[in-house]
């Protein structure tokens, strides 16, 4: 059994940039493929970015070239650099393992 926890979420401004990252219990390295979804008020969970065992990257359109995920496995820990943020990028953010794993969520806030 894998428990992801995430942290790092808050209220930035808009142009602003937070890093999330997502702790496992077990060792990740079991875990093909990590990944960060959010969900809007009103709005279905959405997968943001995913990052494979090989290091293989994947991102939503709305967040290429501004947001950036990574994964240190000898930390047990995935990342998830967001930067130039917008308003839009509101949301509570999940880590997830191999779409079997769900973090508790951290709310992002963007606001002026």
């Known amino acids: 059994q894998v428990q992801l926890v995430e942290s790092g979420g808050g209220l930035v401004q808009p142009g602003g940039s937070l890093r999330l990252s997502c702790v496992a219990s077990?060792?990740?390295?079991?875990?093909?493929?990590m990944g960060w979804y959010r969900q809007a008020p009103g709005k279905q969970r959405e997968l943001v970015a995913s990052i494979t065992s090989l290091f293989n990257t994947n991102y939503a359109d709305s967040v290429k070239g501004r947001f950036t995920i990574s994964r240190d496995d000898a930390k047990n820990t995935v990342y998830l650099q967001m930067n130039s943020l917008k308003p839009e990028d509101t949301a509570v953010y999940y880590c997830n393992g191999d779409g079997n794993y769900w973090g508790q969520g951290t709310q992002v806030t963007v606001s002026s």
């Open positions: 077990g060792r990740i390295r079991s875990i093909y493929r």
